[in-house]
């Protein structure tokens, strides 16, 4: 096998075949960036190329890739890549577009030389999109480019606007005004780039600009023409006149508000302490603000209404989805609806929306019938404590203080049921969203997928550094941490400092000079703690178990804390207890039967 010598060599048929291959290995390896998988198919050649580069990585993955892997959020694009056809800036390039963008580049960036805008554009893989910022950043910092800036009096002091653009050229139109157009680059795929990148951004920029005057200059308009033909209307929140295309009457006395104060009370309801007082929760809709004589308004502002009125204010689209969001999250709090929601949008889904209760069915679960046989035999031995516990359900004078046993099995089914008809796997269904999520750690989800994956290794470096900071004692002169593994408690360090490893206390002639004194002289015929004086025992140490294990349920309830988990069962379950702390889980009657209900049953869905 040769290497076929650089991206240079590849005619239009290979460069096809080696695209449908690079495609190929990213749907494949998703962790590892292309760059790796274009080296390696310009490395070997031949028929079996993209075989012998998927042995190669299986087998030697570390020593080809090198580090080159991607990131959390790459690696979740690369999962969305359609096998017959990679990323644009992942691909290899046709000569053409290579010669017409380094010309392009050379052209705009004359005070760099060519072997840096050569070095860039081998680190970006030719792109032009991605090529061009890199450049503009070295550029900035060159002293050509700061002299060539003080005397071009005519250059614009923003460079990155896109009027600035080097492959932009203005021409004027008929009525007077300057359009912006593509300078040709000699190569169609550039053309069609820029096109896309550069200059439909542009005009999309001026679409806005033009329809937000054209609003204004007809809002006016229409406030003219209403005010000479005396055709106002007051609003009954602000006073001020306006004209009928902008106002709403409430749904009760037909109070005429304006599209002003609507929107302001949006926005003091969603960005305020407004929700509650603006907000009609029964309803769903906004409250009428119209000021009366006597008590407030009980009408309504129509939702068609609201809509409108956001509509023609700034970021009007994303306020309305913002406060229609709200109002469906509230309607699900007060419908105490169990709900699996997406960690990165407000979209949620009922618990039970594919399988109902009533389609499923409860069995025991003979997956593992030794361990079902087991409890099931625990609960009948203990028949005599139920019976008790229904005698104490009705001792006076409140016999409904403890739950019922249907009670407590029926919730621990539901619970089961719960956690059978949802999977970790989580798809957000929302259109604006779309992520891929766990349900257990709420984190983004990529297969192979570990819940709690960085927490683990970070609340278990965290243990392990407080147990050896337990144990390590450290010279105050210069500095040395040391372990005693045996002898005594008297320590000598290399740099002659003298001290006790119980009580850390200097015994060396500039500390005292204690010594041998600073321990306990008295005889004892039992093994223990002296009766006699507090001093530090000169052999006994401290029990470095009982030490080890405080400092480890120390440091993991620190850290626990500082994460956010204290109290949440579940996710402490998942992140996992190197030393499980004392009344961290607190046990109750449902929590047994719960246990004890899913490690005896199981649920599937009942057949048609």
């Given at each position: 096998m040769t290497s076929v010598g650089g991206q240079q060599g590849l005619d239009e048929h290979r460069l096809?075949?080696?695209?449908?291959?690079?495609?190929?290995?990213?749907?494949?390896?998703?962790?590892?960036?292309?760059?790796?998988?274009?080296?390696?198919?310009?490395?070997f050649d031949g028929d079996s190329r993209l075989e012998v580069v998927a042995n190669q990585l299986l087998k030697k993955e570390d020593e080809w890739v090198k580090g080159r892997w991607r990131t959390a959020i790459e690696r979740t694009e690369a999962d969305d890549i359609?096998?017959?056809?990679?990323?644009?800036?992942?691909?290899?390039?046709?000569?053409?577009?290579?010669?017409?963008?380094k010309a392009a580049l050379l052209q705009e960036f004359k005070t760099l030389s060519k072997s840096t805008v050569k070095a860039v554009l081998a680190e970006q893989n030719h792109s032009y999109t991605l090529a061009r910022p890199v450049l503009k950043k070295i550029a900035s910092k060159h002293w050509r480019s700061s002299l060539s800036k003080f005397f071009s009096r005519w250059a614009r002091r923003s460079e990155d606007d896109a009027e600035q653009h080097a492959m932009i050229r203005w021409t004027k139109s008929i009525d007077g005004s300057s359009m912006p157009t593509l300078k040709t680059t000699g190569d169609t795929e550039l053309d069609e780039e820029l096109q896309r990148t550069v200059l439909t951004p542009l005009f999309a920029q001026y679409k806005a600009q033009q329809e937000s005057k054209d609003w204004d200059l007809a809002i006016q308009t229409n406030l003219e023409e209403a005010e000479n033909a005396d055709a106002l209307f007051e609003c009954g929140c602000c006073f001020s006149t306006t004209t009928f295309e902008r106002i709403v009457t409430c749904t009760a006395s037909g109070h005429i508000i304006c599209y002003s104060c609507i929107s302001n009370s949006v926005n003091e309801a969603l960005f305020g302490q407004g929700w509650g007082r603006n907000v009609h929760h029964d309803r769903g809709l906004l409250r009428c603000m119209a000021l009366t004589a006597n008590e407030n308004c009980e009408g309504c502002i129509p939702h068609h209404g609201t809509q409108r009125a956001i509509y023609q204010s700034?970021?009007?689209?994303?306020?309305?989805?913002?406060?229609?969001?709200?109002?469906?999250e509230e309607a699900l709090i007060m419908a105490q609806v169990p709900l699996v929601r997406c960690p990165v949008c407000s979209y949620a889904e009922a618990s039970d929306l594919y399988f109902p209760t009533s389609t499923l069915q409860y069995h025991f679960d003979m997956r593992l019938p030794i361990r079902t046989l087991t409890y099931t035999i625990v609960i009948l031995l203990c028949f005599p404590f139920l019976l008790l516990y229904?005698?104490?359900?009705?001792?006076?004078?409140?016999p409904t203080r403890l739950p019922s046993i249907a009670s407590l099995l029926q919730t621990a089914f539901v619970r089961l049921a719960n956690t059978k008809q949802f999977p970790a796997r989580f798809q957000c269904r929302s259109p604006t969203c779309s992520t891929l999520s766990c349900t257990n750690c709420s984190k983004p989800w990529r297969d192979p997928h570990t819940c709690f994956e960085s927490e683990v290794v970070e609340l278990r470096t965290t243990i392990e550094a407080a147990r050896t900071a337990a144990l390590k004692r450290t010279c105050p002169k210069c500095g040395l941490g040391f372990i005693k593994d045996s002898g005594c408690n008297k320590l000598t360090c290399v740099c002659g400092?003298?001290?006790?490893?119980?009580?850390?206390?200097?015994l060396g002639p500039m500390e005292g000079g204690e010594g041998y004194q600073h321990f306990c002289q008295h005889f004892r015929y039992e093994a223990g703690r002296c009766r006699e004086c507090e001093k530090c025992d000169l052999y006994r140490s401290?029990?470095?178990?009982?030490l080890v294990k405080a400092a480890g349920l120390q440091a993991e309830k620190e850290w626990r804390e500082k994460q956010g988990?204290?109290?949440?069962?579940?996710?402490?379950?998942?992140?996992g207890t190197v030393e499980r702390e004392e009344g961290l889980e607190e046990w109750t009657l449902q929590s047994v039967v719960d246990w004890w209900v899913q490690n005896v049953f199981t649920c599937s869905l009942r057949p048609q």
């Open positions: 096809h075949e080696f695209n449908d291959e690079l495609a190929i290995l990213i749907k494949i390896f998703p962790d590892v960036l292309p760059d790796v998988f274009r080296e390696m198919l310009l490395r359609d096998v017959s056809q990679a990323p644009g800036a992942d691909l290899f390039r046709r000569n053409s577009y290579r010669w017409a963008v700034t970021k009007g689209a994303q306020l309305i989805a913002r406060f229609e969001s709200r109002l469906a229904l005698l104490l359900r009705w001792v006076p004078p409140n400092y003298v001290m006790c490893y119980v009580c850390r206390q200097g401290e029990d470095e178990d009982a988990l204290v109290g949440g069962k579940r996710q402490l379950e998942k992140v």
